[in-house]
Structure formats: structure tokens, C-alpha cells
């Protein structure tokens, strides 16, 4: 999380890749190694012998609470404060767009994420109409929303336009 806070966008992804359970799992040596679900968070990796490599403390919720803060506010950049949100991602500069659905309440929000080239095509659009501020207003009507929101790729801040 103080890596992606730094804008370090390549080294939090590969951090998140190295701490991510499913990458423990990919191979029986790896499973053999690890030694634990590859489905759920470990507190923490063994790092001296007889057991390096080696999961310990699963089923631990507070290292998968974390794990998911990391996830949702750190990487992909979401803030939710009352009834505003805000998306300033962390991702790798390689990474066109990627989506998320969000609840608020009743309501379903689709978001679209896409990394522009040109800053001319910086915008954020809900139900089709461009938004002043870069702020997502939520509101709980029951009803499904579409959120397109386009990022200079490379800097990943929207700006008031």
C-alpha cells in the first residue's frame, strides 16, 4: 500500500503477484511447497529451512482484510467517502482498461477504466453524460448505472476539466 502511494505502479503489481495465495498453487511443486489453500490468504510464508516457502496462520481474516484494501483502494484506486467515489489506479502502464462492478446500496454501478494516450481524451462519463468533476456521485435508485471513466495512461490522476 505505501508503494502504490508512491506511484510505484510496476513494483506494486509485482508485489501483489508474489502475496497472492493463487500464485502458490499454480504446480504440484509449488503446492508440495506451500503446503496450504491456495484459496486463502496466509499470514505469513515461511522464510528459513526445513519449511521455506511454506504457508502458515491460514484462515486468518485480518491478512485477508488487508489483502483486499490492497486490492481495491491501493491498486485499483477505489475511495469511497459517503455518497462520492473516486478511481485513481495503481495498475501496470501496460494495462489498457479493466472493469469493475460496484454496489452502492441497491444500486449497481458498471465501471470502465481505460488508460488514454492523449490527455484530450481525458473524461469521466456517467449514463453517458460527461462529468465536471472527477468524482462519481452515487446515488441509491435501484437502478444500473454505467460508469466510463478514461485515464492519461502513465499518470493515472483524473483531472478537473
Known sequence: MAVAK?????RVYE?????????HGKTAENIAVYKTEPYVMAADVYSVSPHEG???WTWYTGSSSWMYQLIISSFLGLTREGATLQINPCVPEDWKSFEIDYRYK???YHISVQLVADSKDIALIVDDISQIENII???DDETEHTVTIKILQGVFKIENH
Open 6 to 10: 508512491l506511484g510505484n505502479n510496476a
Open 15 to 23: 508485489l501483489l503477484n508474489i502475496i497472492n495465495p493463487i500464485n
Open 54 to 56: 511454506r504457508g502458515g
Open 106 to 108: 441497491k444500486t449497481n
Open 137 to 139: 456521485q452515487l446515488v
